[in-house]
């Protein structure tokens, strides 16, 4: 009996933002701030953090990776460590391979 396999990506990793590697496309799941900073969240939805939406981390800043280039949508901007950190993104197996 033959096995029929799924068309689907075969697991999802979830990581955060500041985590994702170069290029690598991701899907944001979730965002969620500190709790001295809860300000954060309505700042990254007004400039499109919102889940569903498509980003990638585009480049990195020297020394210590500080501040993060990161396409969202259409639009790039630089974020802190930290504030992309609060940023929950999913990201297919398949497209993990590709990247």
Same mark, same amino acid.
């Given at each position: 009996?033959?096995?029929?396999?799924?068309?689907?990506?075969?697991?999802?990793?979830?990581?955060?933002?500041?985590?994702? !590697?170069?290029? =690598? $496309?991701?899907?944001?799941?979730? @965002?969620?701030?500190?709790? #001295?900073?809860?300000?954060?969240?309505?700042?990254?939805?007004?400039?499109?953090?919102?889940?569903?939406?498509?980003?990638?981390?585009? !480049?990195?800043? =020297? $020394?210590?990776?500080?501040?993060? @280039?990161?396409?969202?949508? #259409?639009?790039?901007?630089?974020?802190?460590?930290?504030?992309?950190?609060?940023?929950?993104?999913?990201?297919?197996?398949?497209?993990?391979?590709?990247?």
């Amino acid at each position: 009996m033959p096995v029929m396999q799924s068309l689907a990506p075969t697991s999802i990793a979830v990581s955060s933002l500041d985590l994702l !590697a170069l290029q =690598a $496309p991701a899907v944001v799941q979730d @965002v969620t701030p500190p709790p #001295d900073m809860q300000d954060w969240a309505v700042w990254l939805a007004e400039i499109g953090f919102l889940p569903g939406e498509q980003v990638r981390v585009i !480049a990195r800043g =020297a $020394p210590g990776g500080d501040p993060l @280039v990161v396409r969202i949508g #259409d639009s790039t901007f630089a974020l802190r460590r930290a504030e992309a950190a609060c940023v929950q993104v999913l990201l297919a197996a398949d497209e993990r391979e590709a990247a």
